[in-house]
């Protein structure tokens, strides 16, 4: 994998060639199932670098159609736990490898929606923390149409996953973090108003620092008698809130930029056929010159 890593994004054409032809010839021509649990088994033995090289070479390799639709199938097997002895990790693998696979064709995980949300953020997630994260990024990386049926079919539940993601505590702190990020633009990639599951999220991670829930409740003060609130604040908390707090931050902005362009975009149509519009009225003759031209 250090190798790949270092020739996958090579200049030179004929020592990448060179590299993914090895790549086919050790890797992919075998039989599916083999084919499959090779490519899982480097998807979970790699560190970033190397997940950025094999996401670079699966990505090509299936535009090329060199991973075939069995290979394709034979992954989710493995996820699906179809395959006897497959364990939680093996399954997180072939996510991985599979989300690598929709960057180049998106239907990949279109027929799998319910699957990647009952078994990415399942049990097995609780076995193996890092499938919760994977299944985000598949949720990532769905097509438009996908989104728009998942929003239909269980965008409530997805929605409820994703906050307990966020606002609960039984993610490991070494894998919480790069979770939340994933839980957070999912969010923002697909829910139709995300700044008002921003704010619940922000209200629930508050409450879990600061532990201020009596303030709710109607104060019973009796003459001198203050109440303080003051409480001791978990560093380990008080990071989390902090972090989910910039993130959606930063979230929300590109949201804002995103939302501005399209009112833009929206306008400068408007415009365009407004104005079309009215030299159509002012000059009806030249108009119909050049309908009549066309059709020459």
């Not at 992919?28 to 998807?43: G, H, S, Y």
């Not at 979970?44 to 950025?52: K, L, P, R, V």
């Not at 999220?201 to 879990?208: A, D, H, N, Q, R």
């Amino acid at each position: 994998m250090f190798m790949l890593s270092l020739q996958a994004f090579s200049q030179d054409r004929s020592i990448y060639e060179a590299v993914e032809n090895a790549f086919i010839s050790i890797y992919i021509r075998k039989n599916p199932v083999e084919t499959a649990k090779q490519l899982l088994n480097l998807a979970i033995d790699s560190n970033i670098g190397d997940q950025a090289a094999l996401e670079f070479v699966v990505n090509a390799l299936v535009s090329k159609g060199e991973i075939s639709s069995s290979t394709t199938s034979a992954l989710w097997d493995f996820f699906c736990f179809n395959i006897n002895g497959t364990t939680a990790e093996q399954s997180r693998g072939a996510l991985s490898v599979l989300c690598m696979a929709a960057k180049s064709s998106s239907r990949i995980l279109g027929s799998h929606i319910q699957d990647i949300i009952d078994i990415g953020f399942g049990r097995w997630a609780k076995v193996e923390p890092l499938l919760a994260r994977t299944a985000c990024t598949a949720i990532q990386r769905l097509s438009e149409e996908d989104k728009k049926k998942l929003l239909l079919s269980s965008g409530s539940r997805l929605f409820s996953i994703l906050e307990s993601l966020i606002t609960g505590n039984w993610l490991p702190e070494n894998i919480y973090y790069t979770t939340a990020d994933k839980a957070i633009s999912a969010i923002y990639m697909i829910h139709p108003t995300p700044e008002a599951l921003a704010s619940t999220i922000i209200k629930k991670s508050l409450s879990t620092v600061f532990d201020v829930v009596a303030q709710d409740q109607e104060q019973n003060d009796t003459d001198n008698n203050i109440v303080d609130f003051l409480t001791t604040v978990h560093v380990a908390k008080l990071s989390r809130f902090l972090f989910v707090v910039s993130h959606i931050a930063m979230n929300q902005l590109v949201y804002i930029e995103s939302c501005i362009q399209k009112i833009r975009r929206q306008k400068t149509k408007k415009d365009k056929a407004a104005a079309e519009s009215q030299n159509t009225e002012e000059n009806p003759g030249a108009t119909q010159e050049y309908m009549n031209y066309t059709k020459r």
